[in-house]
């Protein structure tokens, strides 16, 4: 049975229940349950690190990937969602290495592989159930039991796969190269991962010389933001083409040769140095210089410490010279191969281990950190004579994404794969990509493939997966291996786990008799498993073949845009080489959320709230619906403001609920006043001609088109927005301009047309809104089901939401031409409040006339069409159309933005303000159409001016109207005041008053009550007022409207006390419509007459459904109960029929009011007929001074003075002891009253059967102790 619904709501509690509900159900595992035999729709899930918390990039993308999942289910696609979890490599390593202290390689060593993945191991999940309650508590479905994880053997196995295929196609390599390194990790990061966290930074700045061999009085002089590297300098390097100076310093007298373009670098002015030679750069090739340092001097031998040329020096920074530091830069590492200083098989030059720490190579400074060196390096520099300046500089430089240390460039042994070969098929399969928003695909992630480099894809580090390959030590002898069982079958042992301890120390025989081959210690770049996560969550190749095969690429995915970088790069990568495809057909890419000054979140600075509180604060939806409704879905930055999330409550979710309750609301009052039963059968419902109703359905079905073309497209950025203004269009235009037709007011058949057009949208709402808002719409509609006709579903099981499909589109129901009526409708509304607002009229107060100005006949015709809602909303008493502006004296005239224009015109902004107040009606019309005009020489647009309305003066009418008109649409309110209307604002007021207190009461409209006031001083014009407007009062609050005083007996709900046109106005609301209000016309209580006809006898009787009224309800087996005891039919089995149907517990007995039932012991009644009359004498009763007890809210009762007919009469004690029954009040003393003012009491000896029909009041006497 529906239930009430509350007047306040708190969104999380509610969300708490539903999120019970779906567990005790099993929801989510039912859905996939229900639609296992559709058609699949494939998604992947990015595997995150479940070594920290959630945050709110994370919580968005899970958003995103819920949203478009639950709407491909809806839309009836299968859709497993797996959740999967990223458990190798950095960043659980560094989490180790922080907490023990591990400071590199030999600190491992010493603790042991074994121990160190033990420890890795153990904090993998750390986080697993903080993110398994977050991610449900948000409402996401997805499978956390049946995850995958990428330390999963299978998991493992299949990366050895991927790996084996790369390597099989001659796509992997060994070499050394210079790479990003991270001295915190101990490892090399790929060029993706070096991009990923860049920071302005301060480093040292420093000028050096290096003195010619020929010449030691002349020196070349470099500059260098890494002085650190300067002890591994092999070489220097000058543009050929450029122009070189050799220059004297009168600061010094030293003689420098640098780049003529770079003088100002180090000279203020052409006075601080003499000129003494120039020449292009070609020229200095070859020239030998004394070296810096003697660590590499034998280096000598093979061309070190010469001059070489190269494209790549620039005249932008520096001095035109470039120290060669070959194996700590990449542009140093190709020239000095370039030029044989270097050989592929040389021993590096790269004292530096992999801690960042000078090695014994580099005797000063061995054991220092190279950027703690840098000081020390400088100094030494300074000692010897080397030194021609120092200082800071600040630029941009790559740091850490996981440690957040700055990264150095270093020369290191690595397995690659080859990328760069494959770039234009990298870029045809990103097109065939469908990317939103598209921009990422052509700019961000089309630029970064067209300059892919090769990947290296091993890591000098230990918890990972191993690479598969085992070597000669020669290297001359390498085995690839791809499975379990191949390693199996070449090692002879049983493998069950392939992590670096329980493989590390396998051996494969050599087949060239290079003895036993060992496998290599590096294992793989994290990002190569997640890479590899469309192939190793299913274990293909080794299982689920077809099912891989026949889903492959995904219909679907979504990250940040991060991870054009990242996953998305690594996935297509793999996928073009493994099968020359794309990974994915359709991709999200959001934005980063920041916090709310656009600074980075930081958990340091604690500059954004805790996601966790701001659901418990507003709930998830509230979350879901602000993050998918803001720039960072078209992949954009948001800065997160919490007041935002706020918003959303109040303007979406409570206007949202406030319909839904007011449906359910007055679908209860028709049901409790005129006995209609409402129950919603799409197929079935009458067709209303009301314009409003064809409205909002054709609005409805506008909006399910937009939504599933949009939805198809995946723009979500597109969806949510019309959503928000869908919630806009029918709570504050259709429910709010047929408030009266709701409630009744326009008679049932009206009532029933706009409840359900009202019951129908909000029904497609929460099926539409369902993927969005998970929570809300299940709330809604577990309440909703109950009115809806079961038949009229598709779905066999409709206990949720979420079972339920979305709604087709209805075409025959859209009207473009209804809609754009409504819309010209609400211009003139708007317009309207705007000359209200502006001239402090409110709409309480009625004004005499709208004119609506519009130069299209048709568009007038539409407005004509909604006068009725036109006069209603503005308070107006009538509404003239015109096309004819003229006629009113209407001129329109121009005001200068003085920001805008006195910005760009500067001198001339006077003389064209001046000629900007001269130009003439006709000129501004022809502005208002082309956008466009010429004032004094210079072009304005329409943000340049604001055009306004004004009167001529002689017209007449510019005391009388007040105008105001967007682009279309010209709208004038009479404002002149007139009493009546004057004095009807004043009776509005007092309604409101009114409501509020109602309100305040937590009364709802089926509630009966008296309204009491008194306005003082008496006889005043508020008093007048009231009097002169009491029945409009009435017709409005639906209360008997009752001078003071409040009779001693009331049941007083609420009084408050205001003040109003200078009286004091004192409001009391009493329980009961007493007074005025309309005499009962039958029992208070619901009924039905019953005729008995079991062993060929008659009986014949009444049975009450409730009492007092709205407690103590019957069921259909209580009401057997009721007839056994009633009529003496015990141990017999009854059947009861309402003419020819039989009753069963499912019946509404309710709904059967007034009715004569038939009761039998088996058979159908021969004669069925219906008996409009009560056959019972019967009396109503009605407390007065106290409240009903034993959980009893009803004050009105009926009693049957006889039952069965003609038999158990009722006595005066009878009638006593029934009446306190009734109430649960038992242990009070009452007296009986025929009137409410308590002056005809019914005694011992007053006739009961002449009460028969009547209302009797009682009064509860007060205990001695109330005494």
């Known amino acids: 049975m529906v239930q009430p619904v509350p007047e306040t709501i708190h969104f999380p509690s509610e969300e708490e229940r539903i999120l019970k509900l779906w567990d005790d159900r099993n929801c989510f595992q039912e859905c996939l349950k229900q639609s296992k035999n559709r058609p699949k729709f494939t998604f992947y899930d990015g595997p995150p690190f479940a070594t920290g918390l959630p945050h709110y990039g994370h919580i968005l993308a899970g958003t995103i990937k819920d949203v478009v999942t639950r709407f491909a289910h809806q839309s009836g696609f299968h859709v497993d969602r797996r959740f999967g979890w990223d458990c190798h490599g950095l960043p659980v390593e560094y989490e180790i290495d922080k907490t023990l202290g591990i400071k590199g390689p030999e600190d491992v060593a010493k603790m042991g592989i074994a121990e160190y993945n033990r420890q890795c191991r153990s904090i993998v999940m750390r986080y697993a159930n903080e993110w398994e309650s977050t991610v449900t508590r948000l409402g996401r479905w997805i499978d956390f039991k049946n995850d995958y994880k990428t330390l999963y053997p299978w998991f493992m196995e299949t990366v050895w796969w991927v790996f084996k295929q790369l390597y099989d196609k001659g796509l992997v390599y060994r070499g050394v190269k210079v790479m990003p390194f991270s001295t915190a990790c101990n490892t090399p990061l790929s060029n993706f991962e070096s991009h990923q966290n860049y920071k302005d930074v301060q480093d040292p700045s420093v000028t050096v010389t290096f003195p010619l061999e020929e010449d030691e ?128 098989d040389s021993v590096p030059i790269c004292p530096v281990d992999s801690s960042g720490c000078f090695t014994a190579e580099v005797a000063d400074f061995v054991g220092q950190y190279v950027k703690d060196a840098d000081k020390n390096i400088i100094k030494l520099l300074k000692e010897k004579g080397r030194l021609v300046n ?90 690839c291996v791809g499975s379990v069982a191949e390693l199996e079958e070449l090692t002879g042992v049983k493998v069950t786990d392939l992590h670096r301890e329980s493989i590390d120390h396998l051996t494969i025989p050599s087949r060239c008799g290079k003895g036993v081959l060992r496998r290599l210690q590096e294992v793989f770049d994290c990002w190569f498993e997640s890479g590899s996560m469309p192939y190793a969550q299913v274990h293909y190749p080794f299982e689920h073949r077809r099912e891989f095969e026949d889903a492959f690429p995904a219909d679907f995915i979504a990250e940040g845009i991060d991870q054009t970088r990242g996953w998305f790069y690594t996935l297509l990568v793999l996928s073009t080489a493994l099968f020359g495809k794309p990974p994915f057909k359709n991709v999200i890419v959001n934005g980063l959320v920041l916090a709310s000054d656009g600074q980075k979140m930081s958990k340091r600075k604690k500059n954004y709230p805790d996601p966790v509180q701001i ?205 754009s009526a409504v819309s010209q409708m609400q211009s003139v509304i708007e317009l309207g409040r705007v000359i209200r607002d502006r001239k402090t009229l409110p709409v309480k107060y009625p004004l005499k006339e709208v004119v609506v100005i519009h130069q299209d006949p048709e568009a007038l015709q539409d407005i004509q069409s909604l006068e009725k809602y036109i006069l209603e909303e503005l308070n107006v008493r009538q509404l003239t159309l015109s ?95 007139d009493q009546s209307m004057v004095d009807e604002g004043v009776a509005r007021e007092v309604i409101n008053r009114i409501q509020k207190l109602r309100k305040k009461g937590h009364l709802v409209p089926s509630d009966e009550i008296t309204v009491y006031y008194s306005s003082k001083p008496a006889g005043e014009y508020l008093e007048k007022v009231i009097q002169a407007h009491t029945d409009f009062i009435l017709a409005t609050t639906k209360a008997p409207l009752k001078n003071y005083p409040v009779p001693a007996s009331a049941s007083v709900i609420i009084q408050e006390k205001t003040k109003l046109k200078e009286s004091d106005l004192d409001l009391t609301i009493v329980k009961g419509a007493s007074g005025v209000s309309a005499p009962l016309s039958g029992p208070a209580c619901a009924y039905v007459n019953v005729k008995i006809t079991v062993d060929n006898k008659e009986q014949a009787g009444v049975i009450l459904l409730e009492n007092p009224k709205g407690d103590n309800t019957l069921d259909f087996h209580r009401l057997l109960g009721v007839c056994s005891s009633i009529f003496d039919l015990q141990n017999t089995k009854l059947s009861v029929y309402n003419g020819k149907t039989e009753l069963t517990s499912k019946t509404d007995l309710l709904a059967l009011n007034g009715k004569t039932l038939h009761v039998t012991s088996g058979a159908a009644p021969a004669d069925a007929s219906n008996t409009n009359t009560l056959l019972c004498q019967y009396i109503n009763l009605q407390l007065l001074n106290t409240k009903p007890q034993e959980c009893q809210h009803g004050i009105l009762g009926t009693l049957l003075l006889e039952n069965p007919v003609g038999q158990n009469g009722l006595t005066y004690e009878g009638l006593l002891h029934e009446a306190a029954r009734v109430f649960g009040i038992r242990s009070r003393r009452l007296k009986l009253y025929l009137d409410e003012a308590l002056t005809e009491e019914v005694t011992q000896d007053s006739s009961l059967k002449m009460l028969s029909t009547k209302m009797v009041y009682i009064q509860v006497l007060p205990t001695t102790a109330e005494a």
């Open 883 to 977: 096309t004819d502006k003229d006629k009113y004296g209407i001129r329109l005239r121009a005001e200068p933005d003085h920001m805008v224009l006195g910005k760009r015109l500067k001198g001339a902004f006077k003389s064209v303000t001046a000629a900007i107040k001269e130009l003439k009606s006709e000129q501004l019309e022809t502005f208002q159409k082309t956008g466009t005009i010429v004032v004094d020489g210079q072009e304005l647009h329409e943000e340049d001016l604001r055009l306004m309305y004004t009167f001529d003066q002689g017209s007449g009418t510019a005391s009388q109207y007040e105008a105001h008109s967007d682009a279309q649409v010209l709208v004038l309110l009479d404002v002149t005041p």
């Open 615 to 819: 659901v418990n604060s507003y709930g998830a939806d509230a979350l879901r619906l602000y993050l998918i409704n803001s720039p960072v879905v078209r992949a954009e930055n948001l800065r997160f403001k919490e007041d935002g999330v706020r918003d959303v409550l109040k303007d979406v979710f409570l206007p949202w609920y406030n319909a839904y309750r007011f449906v359910i609301q007055n679908v209860q009052r028709l049901h409790k006043e005129e006995g209609v039963q409402f129950l919603y059968n799409e197929s079935t419902a009458k067709k209303s001609d009301n314009i409003m109703d064809k409205w909002i359905l054709s609005f409805t079905q506008s909006l399910i088109q937009f939504f599933k073309a949009e939805m198809d497209a995946y723009r979500l950025y597109t969806v949510v927005p019309r959503l928000v203004k869908f919630v806009d269009m029918l709570t504050n235009w259709y429910v709010r301009t047929n408030r009266r037709r709701l409630k009744g007011e326009s008679g049932t058949e009206d009532c029933v047309w706009a409840l359900e057009t009202l019951f129908s949208v909000l029904f497609f709402m929460c099926r539409l809104m369902a993927p969005c808002t998970p929570f809300i719409t299940e709330m809604m509609y577990q309440n909703m089901k109950h009115l809806i006709d079961p038949a009229s579903l598709e779905e066999k099981d409709t206990s949720s939401i979420h079972y339920l499909m979305l709604p087709q589109v209805r075409v025959s129901l859209i009207d473009k031409r209804i809609e």
């Open 390 to 479: 120092a200082s800071t500089f600040k630029h941009n430089y790559p740091f850490c994404w996981r440690s957040d240390t700055p990264l150095i460039y270093k020369a290191v042994p690595s397995w690659f794969v080859r990328v760069e070969h494959m770039v234009d098929k990298l870029l045809e399969n990103n097109s065939k990509c469908y990317w939103v928003p598209e921009f990422v695909r052509e700019k961000r992630f089309g630029n970064w493939l067209k300059d892919a480099r090769d990947w290296a894809i091993s890591r000098n580090r230990y918890w990972g997966t191993p690479i598969p390959l085992w070597v000669s030590e020669d290297f001359e002898e390498v085995v």
């Open 217 to 344: 009085s002349v020196s070349l002089i470099a500059w260098t933001t890494t002085p650190w590297t300067l002890p591994s300098n092999l070489a220097l390097c000058v543009n050929p083409e450029l122009m070189y100076v050799k220059i004297k310093d009168h600061a010094t007298g030293n003689v420098y040769i640098m780049m003529e373009a770079r003088l100002s670098a180090l000279f203020k002015s052409d006075a601080e140095y003499t000129l003494l030679d120039k020449f292009p750069g070609k020229t200095l090739k070859g020239k030998k210089y004394k070296p810096l340092f003697d660590y590499f001097i034998t280096s000598k031998e093979s061309g070190a410490f010469t001059v070489v040329l190269d494209n790549y020096v620039r005249e932008e920074e520096g001095t035109g010279v470039v120290h060669q530091a070959p194996y700590f830069g990449a542009d140093d590492y190709r020239v000095c191969m370039d030029y044989n200083i270097i050989q592929k």
